[in-house]
């Protein structure tokens, strides 16, 4: 999803070779030295020489990242994670056309004005999956001859109808690529399907 890199890590009093993950919400360290640093808890990133130096919670977590890298990083946490907007690719005149009723308060406040009244001319069409009989519906509105991309969203974790894997193995059957996936909300994941080329 994120940025990642394997570089030396120092945290906390301690220094390791390990990964350090840029996710949407946080920063993950893995393997020696393991740690959840939420976004929104770093006050301060500056690049100090070849490694990014960030403050959160009255301690520094450097990363040895490269100089380039370093900025690049610095960068992309003062930005910020992107919007559910941004992640779905509403904006700038691209609109949505909802093939079922929308639940989720997120995906109704990231497409608050900017859903399509009718399928033509729509950038994509998304479709909240809560059963089988629902995912064949919205493969069907993709496979209409000039439908654009769609994007499909069902619940996360176990037990979750349908499951991820059966949508993939549905719309994949069906000529479609899975080209982009995102979370959605602590309930819903999504994944956007567009049709194979050539």
Do not use: H
Request: aromatic share 6%.
């Amino acid at each position: 999803m994120g940025r990642e890199a394997i570089c030396t890590i120092r945290w906390q009093g301690e220094a390791a070779e390990g990964k350090a993950l840029l996710e949407g919400e946080e920063i993950v360290l893995r393997g020696d030295i393991r740690a959840r640093i939420p976004r929104a808890a770093i006050t301060r990133a500056e690049v100090d020489g070849e490694g990014l130096r960030l403050l959160t919670a009255g301690s520094w977590l450097e990363l040895d990242l490269g100089a380039k890298a370093a900025e690049s990083w610095r960068k992309a946490i003062l930005k910020g994670p992107p919007t559910l907007a941004e992640k779905l690719g509403v904006g700038c005149g691209a609109r949505a056309f909802a093939l079922t009723p929308l639940t989720d308060e997120a995906v109704i406040a990231a497409l608050s004005g900017a859903l399509a009244p009718q399928a033509a001319g729509a950038a994509f069409l998304i479709a909240e999956l809560k059963s089988d009989a629902g995912l064949e519906a919205a493969l069907a509105a993709a496979e209409a001859p000039a439908a654009p991309p769609i994007w499909c969203l069902f619940p996360k974790g176990k037990g979750a109808e349908p499951p991820d894997a059966r949508v993939r193995e549905v719309f994949r059957a069906a000529g479609f690529v899975d080209v982009k996936s995102c979370a959605v909300s602590a309930r819903l994941t999504a994944t956007r399907y567009q049709r194979r080329r050539g």
